[in-house]
Structure formats: structure tokens, C-alpha cells
């Protein structure tokens, strides 16, 4: 069963930093590409990173280009999101997703930037 289990959101301040992690399991990790994604309340879920299954290519949000990183360690089926400078927008619940057969999502983490 595939279960991704996200963690590291909390309360920060604006210009503040926190790092995301995602453990993954029941599927060949390294195989598959990641995403974060973001939902804040009374808006749509939005994709803010996603990483290629090796690593070796990403994307992202132009909301977050520049201070949002996105990177994976395959040996511990980990994707981790750190997120520097926030911003009171971005406060959300950050999920963790995977397309294995289908769309598979963490439970989310929930982050707070206070202004």
C-alpha cells in the first residue's frame, strides 16, 4: 500500500524557514517523480514543486522560484521541501503526491507563517 506521511510544518514568521519532509513507501521510490502541493483555506490546491525520479530535474511555483527548494535522498525514500523567506501566503497545508497508478497524497503538514 502506498502511504506518504508528510512532516516539519509548524509556526514560523515572516522571513522565517522550515524544512518539509515526506516518507514514502510501497513503491519503488527512486522510480517515481514527487510533488509538494499547497492548499490554502478557501483556495484551490495548487502545485508548488515537483522533482524528477533521480533528482535530477525540477520545477516549481513562480510564486515560489528562489526560495523554495525541492530535493530527494532515494536511499531513504525521502522527499523534503525547504522553504526559506516565507511569506504569510504561504500558509497552507502542504501535501506530499505521488502518481503511482493513480494520485496518491500524504495527510499533509500544516504550515503557519505569521506576519
Known amino acids: 500500500q502506498v502511504q506518504l506521511v508528510e512532516s516539519g510544518g509548524g509556526l514560523v514568521q515572516s522571513g522565517g524557514s522550515l524544512r518539509l519532509s515526506c516518507a514514502a513507501s510501497g513503491f519503488t521510490f527512486s522510480l517515481y517523480a514527487m510533488r509538494w502541493y499547497r492548499q490554502a483555506p478557501g483556495k484551490e490546491r495548487e502545485l508548488v514543486a515537483a522533482i524528477s525520479s533521480t533528482g535530477g530535474s525540477t520545477n516549481y511555483a513562480d510564486s515560489v522560484k528562489g526560495r523554495f527548494t525541492i530535493s530527494r535522498d532515494n536511499a531513504k525514500n525521502t522527499v523534503y521541501l525547504q522553504m526559506n523567506s516565507l511569506k504569510p501566503d504561504d500558509t497552507a497545508v502542504y501535501y506530499c503526491?505521488?502518481?503511482?497508478?493513480?494520485?496518491?497524497w500524504g495527510q499533509g503538514t500544516q504550515v503557519t507563517v505569521s506576519s
Open positions: 503526491n505521488v502518481i503511482f497508478l493513480r494520485n496518491y
